[in-house]
């Protein structure tokens, strides 16, 4: 009997590499508003590009990426060719490498797989994928490790986001279809973290960014996350990756180039499951058409890729972590086959976390216990891939506090696998007016919030006199509870809802993501 991918999975298991190519400490900053726009981060750009200043992404407004494709479709091409150009280039990769950071995490969209896109009733921009190359090539050079973070999911997977890629209440992301196209999206783009030599420093692979919080409005989600993995495997069992490398079958190695191979692959249903043998086959033109846009050659031949793809370790799984959903979520741990990381984010800044003082939140972070709870369930390794040094109370922020606060957080967060800072810059202009002191790390270090070595601290003793101190608060904030973490949001949108401007001009779009 042929041995199944469940076979290589436990071998791979027993020899995993925690964090494969990634840092064993992660220090990094989230590449927010390049491949999938936020016009919140750079409302002039947004507005010269030919976008609306919306206060609400989801009507008429041009608020999205897809309200703007739909608007302008002569030029949308230049248009955002422009601003990939220039939003994110080697200047960015030198402060980035200058701040002493080891890691990014790349938003996309699934638009970036062009042929994903039915352009009858879906608008996006095309050329990201060569943005892509170029950027993953100033980043390898500067040994900057990547995570591959799929933000803009096809059908949409969150309601009302500019962060979704369309701004819409019509959610049919979580459906066979649009599993199906994500699932297509991942075996392309490991393909390609494997074979293009610009993508070397690519080490990671995230599924979703922050699905939708309630688990029963997200059918099918456990079975996506194990497809998610298994499709990876596949198409590095099918490349002969090690350490899979000894168990290739013998229609495998025989192949003369990586459409064949992943041709032949698609046939092998002793080995994988029948949607990931449909994924296959619906990847190899795909693939056989981005590898043509990006002139790769995908000869198997000796002296070719296969110097290349000896050097190739598995990419690191990764995964919103157990306590990001409720309502008996399944969890990502049951999918792991080799290396896996989990992902959490967390913002205090529309409230509901802690009482909106400086001492109240240095207490609640000081005695954070989101990472060990989540870890006792499996999600460990623990990453938080979103966090900023937003508050209730902006303009109000003492520079003393930021500096506590920037250490209290990083201490928390660099408890297990590290952290990745929203966002690596904002637009300075009158429109984003203070919001860069608090969401822009350039910014944040350059007033000296953040350390110029980010292992370290102004103050690394900031948390002593917070811990075990029990603060009379009206929200709960020590000890966080396992799966509350995100459910102060829903709070922010019903205060939203009831008081649209209350907040001024506060990036509320990005991180509400259930209104209900
Ligand atoms: C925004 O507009 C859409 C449709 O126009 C509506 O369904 C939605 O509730 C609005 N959202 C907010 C937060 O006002
Ligand atoms: C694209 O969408 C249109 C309209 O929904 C549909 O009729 C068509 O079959 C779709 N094409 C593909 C290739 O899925
Ligand atoms: C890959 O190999 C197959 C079978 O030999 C051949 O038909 C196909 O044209 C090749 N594709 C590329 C991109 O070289
Ligand atoms: C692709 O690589 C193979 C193996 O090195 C080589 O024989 C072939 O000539 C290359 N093809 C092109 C178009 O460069
Ligand atoms: C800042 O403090 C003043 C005085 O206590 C208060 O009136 C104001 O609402 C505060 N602003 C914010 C944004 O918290
Ligand atoms: C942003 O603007 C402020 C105030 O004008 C200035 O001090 C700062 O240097 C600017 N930052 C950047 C990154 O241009
Ligand atoms: C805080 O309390 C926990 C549990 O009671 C205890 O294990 C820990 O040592 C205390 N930490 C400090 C710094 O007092």
């Not at 699932?183 to 490991?190: C, E, G, P, Q, S």
């Not at 993508?199 to 692979?205: E, H, R, T």
């Not at 400086?358 to 938080?384: D, F, R």
């Not at 209290?408 to 967060?413: E, F, I, M, P, T």
Request: glycine share 8%; hydrophobic share 40%; aromatic share 12%.
């Amino acid at each position: 009997m042929a041995p199944t991918l469940f076979y290589y999975l436990s071998f791979l298991t027993a020899i995993a590499l925690v964090n494969a190519g990634l840092p064993s400490k992660i220090y990094g900053v989230n590449l927010g508003s390049w491949l999938v726009m936020e016009s919140w981060i750079l409302p002039d750009e947004w507005v010269r590009m030919g976008g609306d200043n919306c206060q609400n992404c989801s009507g008429t407004c041009i608020g999205s990426e897809f309200a703007l494709a739909q608007k302008y479709p002569e030029t949308v091409d230049q248009i955002f060719n422009q601003h990939w150009e220039t939003w994110f280039n080697q200047p960015d990769v030198d402060q980035i490498k200058g701040a002493g950071l080891n890691t990014v995490r790349v938003p996309l969209g699934y638009w970036i797989v062009e042929p994903l896109v039915n352009r009858t009733t879906e608008f996006y921009p095309r050329g990201g994928i060569l943005q892509l190359q170029r950027g993953l090539t100033h980043l390898r050079d500067a040994g900057i490790s990547v995570i591959l973070d799929h933000h803009a999911l096809p059908g949409v997977a969150s309601p009302n986001q500019m962060f979704a890629g369309r701004c819409t209440s019509d959610v049919q992301f979580y459906t066979p279809y649009n599993y199906h196209r994500a699932l297509i999206w991942t075996a392309v783009m490991t393909a390609l973290s494997h074979l293009d030599p610009a993508f070397g420093s690519v080490a990671a692979i995230e599924a979703i960014n922050e699905p939708i919080l309630d688990a029963n409005k997200t059918p099918g989600y456990g079975d996506f996350q194990k497809n998610f993995v298994q499709v990876i495997r596949a198409v590095e069992l099918t490349l002969g990756i090690p350490p899979v490398s000894g168990e290739v079958p013998p229609i495998l190695a025989s192949q003369v180039n990586v459409t064949s191979a992943l041709s032949a692959a698609a046939t092998l249903q002793n080995n994988f499951n029948p949607e990931v043998c449909r994924v296959l086959k619906d990847a190899v033109p795909i693939f056989a058409q981005v590898a043509q846009q990006l002139v790769l050659n995908t000869s198997l031949e000796l002296g070719g890729l296969s110097s290349i793809l000896q050097q190739r370790t598995a990419l690191v799984t990764n995964f919103m972590d157990i306590g990001w959903q409720y309502n008996n979520p399944s969890n990502p741990a049951d999918a792991a086959i080799g290396p896996q990381i989990y992902d959490n984010h967390l913002y205090y800044s529309y409230g509901g976390v802690a009482d909106a003082n400086e001492q109240a939140y240095l207490t609640s972070i000081c005695n954070l216990k989101t990472i060990q709870t989540h870890a006792a369930l499996g999600s460990s390794p623990l990453l938080i891939g979103e966090w900023s040094l937003g508050t209730q109370f902006n303009a109000n922020a003492s520079d003393v506090f930021m500096k506590q606060w920037a250490d209290a957080q990083k201490l928390a967060y660099g408890k297990d696998a590290g952290w990745i800072f929203w966002n690596f810059k904002l637009e300075n202009s009158t429109l984003t007016a203070d919001l860069p002191r608090q969401w822009s790390y350039m910014e944040g270090l350059r007033r000296g919030y953040f350390t110029q070595d980010p292992s370290k601290f102004n103050d690394p003793y900031v948390c002593d006199a917070y811990i075990n101190v029990t603060m009379t608060t009206t929200t709960a904030t020590s000890g966080l509870t396992l799966l509350s973490d995100r459910r102060p949001q829903r709070l922010a949108l019903i205060l939203w809802l009831i008081g649209i401007g209350l907040w001024g001009s506060f990036p509320l779009y990005h991180y509400v993501s259930n209104p209900n």
